[in-house]
Every structure is written in C-alpha cells, then in structure tokens.
C-alpha cells in the first residue's frame, strides 16, 4: 500500500459529539457501518463526496460502534475488517473530512427513527445533507428506511440521497462484493481475492510491542502487533508491507500462536521488515498484507524453523517484487 499523502488539515474523528464537531459543521455524511470499505460501499462515499464538493461543505462518514451484530448478539460474533483507527486511516486517505462514531447499544437501537434525524442528524450534527445505500434502515425494528429518511430531510431542512444498488465499477462487477465474501477470503488467507473485494490491500494498524526477542538471536527481529481480537485472519506466513512514519518497507510476517515455541500463546503478528535495522518500539504502524504464503507449522527443531524462516522471506521476495507499489 502506497504512503499516506500528507493531508490539508488534520482528519476529524468525533465520538458522540453533542453539537456540530470543529471542522465538521454542516457536512455531508454518508451513514452506514462500512466495515471494509469495500468497492461496494465506495458508491456510497463517492455520491457524498460530490454533493460536498456542490455544497462547498465538508465530508465525514457516520458510523456506530460497537458494530450491531455484536451488540444484538450479546458477544463479539464480527471479524472486523476495518476496526476505528483502521477505517480512520483509509477514509482520510480517500479525502473525506472526518469520521462521527455514534455508541450503538440496545438502547439507541429502540429508539424511534425520528429521534435519530431530529436529535443526531439536524441538531447534534447539523448536517447540510445525508447520504446513504438504498438498503439502508434505522431505528426501532428498522422503521426508518429511505423513505422516511427523504420525507425527514425535508421536513428538517438537509438534502437526502440514497445511492441506488451499483453492480459495476471501473474494476469489474461488484455482485460478488461484499463483507462476508471479504471476510471469509481473509479466513482462509486468501488476501489477493480480499484486495480485489476491497478495491485496496487488506491491512491492519497496531502499535509495536516489545517481544520475547527470539526472532532476533534467529537472525529474524520481528516487530510484533496484536491485531484486534475480532480477527480471524488465517494463522500463516504473508508477503506484507509496513508503513511506519509514511515510509513504507517490505517484509515476511507471522500471524498466529507461534507453535514451535509456544503452545498456548496468543495470536500474534510479527514482522520482519527487510534490510531494516531502526526501532519500531512504540510505533504505530500498517500492515497490508500482499501474498500468502503458506499455513502456520511447527517444527521439530529451532534450526529447521530458521531454514524455513529464510525460504519464507526468499518468497515474500518474491510476492513482492510482482506487486505493483
């Protein structure tokens, strides 16, 4: 994945605001949870760029957490593909202004329709317009859907569009495109099918944690990242990059519970940034992963792991010098 290009202005992420956020007074928001951020919900974002730009007003996404299904389910049920700071990241890097996460609970979901676009919507938010999917329902038992959100923008005063079902992008068609495909190519390590899904490589940010140093006296210093505990990416070894301080380098990761060396440890992703000698410790970071490369292992011995270690990152190598930067 490219370097961040150096932003205009900060991007803003507001939780529960009472009142319009700084910089994001009368913005065009484009509702929905957007896990992913994939080709689909790129419509979506798209249409609500271009009525900011007609409006001259700012753009944010309105999203809620934590997502839906975990809260109805009483239990993390969601592997996340896009977790706060992860979506943070990707929609600042597609231009929008900001970001308003909205506390979702059983509560806010029994809550009448209208309350959402009297009381969040026009007062709290006091957006110029809002855009969402043509599936899109809110409230107590989904009462509110495009319909009414039309007849509320204008007995409210902001424009409404609702984005009507897209099947094609300048990629291909989006009918196979969704978050469940996604997440069930990630399950089983598929990442160029989940890039394709995407319309971007799935990554993940995280901040470098200090280690048991194994890795190191192996000839392999990894800086090592716990994802979120939703993930269900496949345990295994992937061709990845790592972006950290907008600098971006390549590298050969594990993700798993390193089984050689322990038995009941926590998943874990450790890397292994190429020809690269700094200190990531403290650092938050990015992680996309490019190529898979094969399935988590245990090795009889520490040799035959380090021999296997070196015929990994020759393959990452590999992956790498094919994938276009």
Do not use: W
């Not at 061709?239 to 798993?256: I, K, Q, S």
């Not at 520490?302 to 296997?308: E, G, I, P």
């Amino acid at each position: 994945m490219d370097a961040p290009l150096p932003l205009a202005h900060p991007f803003i992420v507001a939780r529960d605001p009472q009142a319009p956020p700084a910089g994001l007074a009368g913005a065009v928001v484009a509702i929905g949870n957007f896990d992913g951020l994939h080709r689909g919900h790129r419509g979506v974002i798209a249409h609500a760029q271009a009525l900011a730009r007609s409006l001259g007003k700012p753009c944010a996404l309105l999203t809620f957490e934590p997502h839906p299904a975990d809260v109805f389910a009483g239990r993390s049920v969601i592997f996340r593909l896009t977790p706060p700071d992860a979506k943070a990241a990707l929609l600042a890097r597609l231009g929008l202004d900001g970001m308003v996460i909205l506390t979702f609970d059983k509560d806010f979901a029994a809550r009448p329709p209208r309350e959402f676009t009297e009381e969040i919507l026009a007062r709290r938010l006091g957006v110029s317009a809002a855009v969402a999917g043509y599936d899109f329902c809110f409230g107590a038992k989904r009462a509110g859907n495009p319909d009414f959100l039309r007849a509320e923008g204008e007995r409210l005063g902001f424009a409404v569009e609702i984005v009507p079902r897209v099947t094609q992008d300048e990629a291909g068609s989006l009918e196979a495109v969704s978050s469940t495909a996604t997440r069930e190519a990630l399950q089983s390590g598929d990442v160029e099918l989940a890039a394709r899904l995407l319309g971007h490589p799935y990554f993940v940010e995280g901040v470098v944690q200090e280690g048991r140093k194994l890795g190191r006296t192996l000839g392999f210093p990894t800086a090592n990242i716990a994802l979120d505990p939703s993930s269900r990416l496949r345990h295994g070894i992937y061709a990845v990059t790592l972006e950290a301080g907008g600098v971006v380098r390549e590298g050969v990761a594990n993700f798993g519970r390193r089984p050689t060396v322990e038995e009941q440890g926590a998943p874990l992703l450790e890397v292994f940034v190429f020809d690269f000698d700094g200190d990531l410790y403290g650092e938050t970071v990015e992680v996309a992963f490019i190529g898979f490369i094969r399935g988590e292992a245990k090795f009889p011995s520490l040799d035959a792991l380090t021999a296997q270690m070196r015929d990994d990152a020759q393959k990452a190598r590999e992956i790498l010098a094919r994938h276009p930067r």
